[in-house]
């Protein structure tokens, strides 16, 4: 008796610590035990497809060229935006001023717009690696080749600034390729000392701990912005659409109560919020000098259903649901003088 319990152990061990360890595999993904035990979830389905791109993106990477001689290596700010909708944006047309920032920019014409822009889905996991990875989710797995991993390659210093909880999220930093809770240069709404973790003042936060840009080593960002989103966190003095008394918490279930969420009201009244701290971005990056010499890309994931069919997001592909922003801010390059750089600063 003894001795089957021991066997029984050891097998179960054994299974636990199969499962655990990381398998690729569709049967260790689905079995139950060892699936309660993992440290992250599985983040993507593992298929032959995509086993194969990882093989050809790791042969593509040991061959593509560091350090080109000569080559002008900018600052690159990536800002997704969760859930935001392309046409809510004043700066795309519509009625009401929900980005007064970003449609003075277009209007100056320091940034441009891409007219017509769409997500490659209608949920955040697979736009956001697609969008870092430029490939279709299918052909994405967390070994893709993706812009952070050619820019690191090139001497650039990597910078994740994360609205949300991308930490639990997915096995997200495990694609990102950054060590979350341990790196510099990764911080998001799990590490935040201040705010609760879907508060977009939470990247501003991060952005304290990045020194000031470094003429011998440019600088990568990817920063991710919450507040369209449902349980993005909506700031009292963001009240402009809505009344200042018309407060209201996810808590534990939103979707039972998506319609009050995502009251077009109150949508529009997180849109702005998002143009006022991509505002206050493009302030703090000025100031550390990273916007001297920068490309900035502001974007969203996904769009978001407000009942012309549906409410919130992640299961259809209407426009409402992809149609995304893209805007473009190309800044002036590096070699331009201290007059210039002052005056760009003080425009912010």
Excluded at 116 to 138: K, Q, W
Aim: with cysteine.
């Amino acid at each position: 008796m003894l001795f089957r319990s021991v066997a029984l152990a050891g097998a179960f061990a054994a299974t636990l610590n199969w499962g655990v360890g990381g398998r690729d595999s569709l049967l260790w993904k689905q079995e139950l035990i060892s699936s309660f035990f993992r440290p992250e979830g599985y983040a993507f389905e593992p298929t032959a497809r995509r086993y194969a791109v990882a093989e050809r993106d790791a042969v593509l990477q040991a061959a593509y060229p560091r350090r080109i001689a000569g080559a002008h290596r900018r600052n690159v700010v990536l800002i997704i935006v969760d859930s935001l909708r392309a046409d809510r944006m004043q700066v795309y047309g519509y009625r009401r001023p929900t980005t007064p920032f970003l449609s003075q920019m277009v209007g100056s014409g320091r940034m441009k717009k891409v007219a017509d822009a769409f997500s490659s889905c209608s949920e955040s996991f697979c736009g956001i690696t697609s969008t870092l990875a430029s490939r279709e989710f299918r052909d994405i797995s967390d070994r893709t080749f993706q812009l952070q991993d050619v820019l690191r390659d090139q001497g650039y210093r990597t910078w994740f600034l994360l609205s949300g909880n991308h930490s639990a999220w997915n096995g997200l930093p495990r694609f990102y390729h950054v060590a979350n809770g341990t790196s510099p240069s990764f911080f998001d709404g799990a590490l935040t000392r201040r705010y609760t973790m879907d508060d977009d003042r939470v990247v501003l936060e991060g952005l304290e701990r990045v020194p000031a840009a470094s003429p011998d080593r440019p600088a990568f960002f990817y920063m991710h912005l919450m507040s369209p989103h449902y349980l993005g966190v909506q700031l009292p003095e963001s009240h402009v659409f809505t009344r200042r008394d018309d407060e209201v918490s996810p808590g534990l279930e939103p979707y039972k109560m998506l319609e009050t969420l995502n009251n077009p009201d109150r949508y529009d009244d997180k849109v702005r919020q998002a143009d006022g701290i991509i505002r206050r971005l493009f302030d703090a990056l000025a100031a550390k000098h990273y916007l001297d010499d920068a490309i900035v890309v502001i974007t969203g994931d996904h769009g978001e259903g407000l009942g012309e069919r549906h409410w919130a997001h992640g299961w259809d592909l209407y426009n409402e649901d992809i149609r995304i922003p893209m805007l473009i801010y190309d800044a002036p390059g590096a070699s331009r003088s201290e007059e210039h750089t002052s005056e760009l600063q003080s425009r912010f």
